[in-house]
């Protein structure tokens, strides 16, 4: 008899709890993978997976929990906590922190700042790409980032771009800030992903420049394979030395460290539009087929 993972996804807490049973092995690993991935694309700010009913059938069974943590260290830098009474003896070498319950998990992580994590649906049409620089531009006065929003534009112009020519599919843009520090995505449905190969791009050829830009003007940037799709992320900073605003690791238990800043009423994942604000950046030229 075939093996069999079961998930459910439970939203109803401060932080989205996924509940695994089932034989964890070889075949079961993708869809494990694919259904955390699901959650974590929504960009939230730690994920909570009770383990308790899963069965390991090999002790290397569980290298596809570690493999999802360095897949999403960076972005979307949400803290991964399973939990087990069995404690972390039962799950070595994942780089998870372990919990005995949910609710130690959820007291530990303490409330949760959704506002920090915007999102926005989008249509690969004419006009996308203004939109997304709108979010960005009053996401980055919001939250004091007045030095970023140049760049953060610069980069979700090329990516929805992206979308709108190469994939043409519908779309998310999701920002958020780490600390000082910002996180420009885009998801989209294709699963072609964009190739760089740091060389020079001949005058002749026809695109290619546009992660060249993105390589030139972000910290970090890279994507997630999904199995409808991808994402495609970049990480900005004030300074490029300055690494650590970004939680690339997460909070481990105990630690809740949190900025202090009031956000409003940013459109905040699966909300409606977000207030219209009128951007162009400083110096910068941006005529493209989605920028409207």
Same mark, same amino acid.
């Given at each position: ?45 730690? &994920? ?24 999403? +260290?960076?972005? @979307? ?19 998870? @922190? ?15 700042? @959704? ?20 979010? +960005? ?25 992206? &979308? ?49 830009? +993105? ?58 539009? @977000? ?18």
């Amino acid at each position: 008899m075939a093996s069999e993972v079961r998930h459910l996804v439970d939203r109803g807490s401060e932080y989205p709890v996924v509940q695994l049973a089932g034989v964890l092995d070889a075949d079961t690993s993708p869809a494990v993978r694919n259904a955390l991935l699901d959650v974590l694309v929504e960009q939230p700010e730690a &994920v909570i997976v009770e383990v308790g009913g899963l069965v390991l059938a090999t002790p290397g069974a569980a290298a596809v929990l570690r493999d999802l943590r360095r897949e999403t +260290i960076d972005w @979307p830098g949400a803290q991964l906590a399973l939990c087990d009474v069995r404690g972390a003896a039962a799950w070595p070498d994942t780089g998870w @922190p372990v919990w005995p319950s949910v609710r130690d998990a959820l007291t530990d992580l303490g409330q949760a700042e @959704p506002q920090r994590r915007l999102s926005l649906d989008l249509e690969p049409a004419l006009g996308a790409a203004r939109r997304a620089r709108e979010l +960005i531009t009053e996401a980055c006065a919001r939250w004091n980032r007045p030095d970023l929003a140049g760049t953060a534009c610069i980069v979700v112009t090329e990516l929805v771009n992206n &979308v709108v020519v190469h994939a043409r599919t519908d779309m998310v843009v999701l920002v958020a800030t780490h600390g000082s520090g910002l996180s420009v995505a885009v998801r989209d449905h294709s699963t072609h992903v964009p190739t760089f190969t740091g060389g020079p791009v001949s005058p002749t050829a026809y695109g290619g420049r546009g992660m060249l830009l +993105i390589n030139s003007v972000a910290d970090h940037w890279g994507n997630l394979r999904l199995d409808d799709g991808k994402v495609v992320w970049a990480l900005l900073t004030d300074d490029a030395n300055e690494q650590d605003g970004y939680q690339r690791h997460g909070r481990e238990p105990g630690t809740n460290e949190r900025d202090s800043g009031e956000l409003g009423e940013l459109e905040e994942p699966g909300s409606g539009e @977000p207030e219209t604000v009128v951007w162009n950046a400083p110096g910068v030229s941006m005529t493209d087929p989605a920028r409207g």
